[in-house]
């Protein structure tokens, strides 16, 4: 149910209009991009422009930003905080198709309704400097990026499998594959396809992908999910000659069970299947290939309950005990994995242990437990060797490296450190999205785009609709992809595939500020000023390729000699997820809260201070409607206070001292809580000092100096910024609430006086003793002994020991 309000109460909707509409014309948010002599870039990802609108997860994540950013600025800092549109993509796409509407006539009207539900939040947003990814002005320069990586080297065009949604009709990276199905689509099962693509060779950045996180400043938890992915591995190369020719090498982290390798398995598209495979196995061969090439990459890799597979009638020869070994098919096994082979040991791995009991393969023990019984697949590295030869007794990590350099010796092993992370494929078979910017000609092969003719625009055309062919939308135009060759003038055609959205949002963060040239993506005296960014707060679903691929980006473009940072994003914290009264939000659940309806109901500053009051920002709580009300009552209380205010206290006068020290605890706890996101203990610290101020020594109650009141406005304006910017005014300022400085606290005044110290006896609570605070131990037990309670149950006992925890307890061990 809705707050209701008197005729003196406070008004959200009629109060919060007026303050937006003040700070458009005073243009209050709007930065002084080149003039700022503080610059602190307050980055938030920018959304996608969904048809719903925005949700209560976009909320959440802006309205902490915001209150970050808006913190920063009472810190005296100028705060830059800019927003824009992720617009491109299969998203928008995808919705287009399903009512019918072209999506370039889709996103205007999306993108009006986010921007002005992003108004109605009270964002400290610049408006100024909006980007859209779907505006020719900011594709021209992904466009433009596209050109810089193809020049350097790090775009390169190769035929590759990829996964491949029959519904969506294009590829799909792995992280979109669930269970082998598209994300998309739960219903629709996701085949393999083997399309020429453009790939950005973003593997050739791994090590640095992966030591730079060392030193940035981000949620362990993102700095996490990255180093997974990127996956290093240190192993190494080991060759297993085919006694008929050739040699099939395979990459593992554990040479010290290599005695144990009893078969090998291939990928079916491993090129030595051909030649392995005997006469008499070609038929189940040749069929467990067409199988496997119907499956998606990520089913794959994980693999089902039950393993698949087909011996090929061909044998390779051990490089440690000389013995051949059976030669193997199964489709959990990826070319572009490793090397697409790798040596079995089911004695100590469980995947080849269920392969080779299911079908009946030889299983060797040759790691024993250091300690305790020995039992099948034993996979630790915490043992050691047996039917080993020369390695017996061997620990297992001295084993790698022992016999690591025995086969090297003998040019059958080679050390190796290898990657998950693949290079990024950015081609996709669809229309919304920015055109690849290269051209192809009979006599002078792949042509980029000169830059003088970007951008290449996005024709307007109704049949949009991808097909099964795998080939783009636009391929259906030959008025479009007709073009004469740049460089000898001949015929030629353009590339009709678009590029990926991730390419988009991975430089968004450099345009904001530069927004302003139509001759440069990105100025270099304002982006030196401006970057990297200070402090970037979004998902952790984003944690893996949004952020993997801007560092990539702003490390090419450092590289290029075009910025001098190499890392984008000095500070990121994940924030937590919001669920609806215990569950996961979803529209079949009928669960899902839209903000419009809250913020109608009770503004936009009740609804910001309850998100923030729902659990620690970087966690996330748990929504509840009745969670409200508390909110409003505790704005009420406060907008009672400024009412009651007579101004300044006179001169002389002597403030309570408990609501003096209370402030000053305030401030220190805000201040702190603050600066490290703990949002809903600020908030619960302004509530604190409200019911001291109300419920304290008469002077403070009737009649709160404006002494009292000033400091705990600023301090709930980030929070709370349409109803501070009111109550700041009706307290007699003139200026803005955000152009004054942030409260500083007085050491000495927030300290207490007196403490309530807990004393235990055994364990048990028997006493609470008030103390000054910052006694010793010796005190402390003093103090604790002289208490009568504490006799009394003491009874004559002797103190063994005492535990003192500084101003919280003392247990007494009789």
């Known amino acids: ?42 980055l938030m990802m920018f959304p996608y422009p969904s048809a719903e609108g925005l949700h209560v997860g976009n909320a959440f994540a802006f309205v902490g930003a915001d209150i970050y ?32 509407t072209h999506p370039a006539r889709l996103i205007p009207a999306n993108i009006e309704r986010f921007r002005e539900q992003l108004r109605r939040l009270g964002l400290m947003l610049d408006w100024d400097h909006e980007v859209s990814t779907t505006d020719p002005r900011y594709y021209k320069w992904t466009q433009w990026i596209f050109l810089q990586l193809y020049q350097a080297g790090l775009a390169v065009k190769k035929k590759a499998p990829v996964n491949w949604c029959p519904e969506c009709k294009t590829v799909l990276a792995n992280e979109q594959v669930i269970d082998g199905f598209c994300e998309r689509h739960p219903g629709v099962a996701v085949i393999q396809k083997f399309l ?46 085919v006694p008929t020719g050739g040699t099939i090498t395979v990459f593992t982290t554990r ?136 390695f017996d007794g061997l620990h297992c990590r001295e084993a790698i490296e022992k016999i690591t350099a025995w086969l090297a010796e003998n040019k059958l092993a080679v050390p190796r450190l290898q990657y998950r992370l693949h290079d ?65 003038g001949k015929a030629a055609r353009r590339e009709t595939d678009v590029s ?9 963060f450099l345009r904001y500020p530069s927004t302003s040239f139509d001759d440069r993506p990105f100025d270099q005296k304002i982006t030196k000023k401006w970057l990297p960014v200070r402090s970037y707060i979004g998902g952790n679903e984003h944690a893996v390729l949004h952020l993997m691929y801007a560092r990539f980006i702003t490390m090419v473009l450092h590289d290029l000699k075009l910025i001098d940072f190499e890392e984008p994003f000095t500070r990121f914290r994940a924030h937590g997820t919001i669920v609806k009264d215990g569950a996961k939000m979803s529209k079949s659940r009928g669960n899902v809260v839209i903000p419009d309806e809250f913020i109608a109901d009770w503004g936009a500053d009740t609804f910001r201070m309850y998100l923030m009051f729902l659990g620690p920002y970087q966690e996330g709580g748990d929504f509840q409607d009745s969670g409200m009300a508390g909110i409003s009552r505790f704005l009420d209380k406060v907008w009672a206070l400024v009412r009651a205010t007579r101004g300044a206290a006179p001169p002389g006068a002597q403030l309570p001292t408990r609501v003096v020290r209370k402030l000053h605890q305030t401030i220190r706890k805000v201040t702190d809580d603050m600066a490290e996101l703990h949002y809903n203990t600020a908030i619960a610290a302004l509530m604190e000092y409200i019911n001291v101020v109300r419920g304290g020594e008469q002077a403070a109650i009737a009649s709160p100096p404006a002494e009292l009141l000033d400091p705990l406005i600023v301090l709930l304006a980030p929070f709370a910024p349409h109803f501070a910017e009111e109550c700041w005014e009706r307290l007699g300022h ?81």
């Open 196 to 241: 020429e693509q453009w790939f950005f060779t973003i593997t050739k950045y791994t090590e640095r992908l992966l030591n730079n996180l060392e030193k940035l400043d981000w949620s362990e938890s993102t700095r996490l999910l990255q180093r997974n992915w990127i996956g290093r591995s240190q192993g190494a190369e080991l060759d297993f000659v």
């Open 255 to 390: 040479p010290d069970t290599v005695f144990g390798a009893t078969f090998l398995v291939l990928a079916p598209e491993h090129p030595m299947v051909e030649q392995v495979t005997g006469a008499e196995r070609r038929p189940d061969v040749n069929a467990y290939r067409r199988h496997a090439a119907d499956m998606d990459i990520v089913s794959r890799r994980k693999g089902g309950k039950e393993k698949t597979g087909v011996f090929t009638g061909g044998y390779a020869r051990n490089p440690a005990t000389g013995e051949n070994i059976p030669i193997w098919i199964a489709d959990y096994v990826l070319m572009e994995y490793g090397t697409g082979a790798i040596m079995a040991v089911p004695g100590h791995d469980e995947r080849d242990f269920e392969f080779a009991t299911q079908f009946g393969l030889e299983i060797r023990e040759v790691v024993k437990p250091v300690a305790g019984p020995s039992s099948l697949p034993f996979v630790s590295y915490d043992g050691v060797l047996v039917n080993s030869g020369q």
């Open 1 to 42: 149910m809705a707050a209701s309000h008197s005729n003196d109460s406070y008004h959200p909707a009629v109060i919060e209009a007026k303050w937006r509409q003040r700070w458009d014309e005073r243009r209050t948010n709007a930065t002084d991009i080149e003039g700022a002599g503080k610059p602190f870039y307050n």
């Open 424 to 488: 990024w494929c950015i081609s996709r078979q669809r229309y919304w999205g920015p055109p690849i910017p290269m051209i192809y000609c009979d006599a002078c092969g792949a042509v980029p785009v000169p830059e003088k003719d970007l951008p290449v625009l996005l024709p307007l055309i109704e049949d949009f609709r991808p097909d099964d062919s795998g080939v783009s939308p636009l391929a259906r135009h030959q008025e479009w992809y007709r073009v004469p060759c740049p460089q000898c």
């Open 500 to 508: 990926d959205t991730f390419l988009d949002s991975a430089w968004y």
């Open 734 to 814: 003139h200026e803005s609430v955000f152009d004054v400085a942030w409260p500083d606290y007085d050491e000495a005044l927030a300290r207490e006086d007196e403490i309530a110290l807990v004393v235990q006896i055994n364990g048990k609570v028997r006493a609470r003793i008030m103390v000054p605070p910052g006694l010793s131990q010796e005190q402390a037990v003093e103090r604790a002994l002289a208490d009568g309670a504490v006799q009394k149950f003491l009874d004559g006992g002797r103190i063994k020991k005492a535990v003192y925890v500084p101003d919280r307890l003392v247990n007494l061990v009789v």
């Open 69 to 100: 950013g808006r913190f920063q600025r009472l810190q005296g800092l100028d705060v830059f905080e800019p927003m824009g549109f992720d617009a491109f993509g299969i998203h928008s796409e995808n919705y287009a198709i399903k009512v019918n």
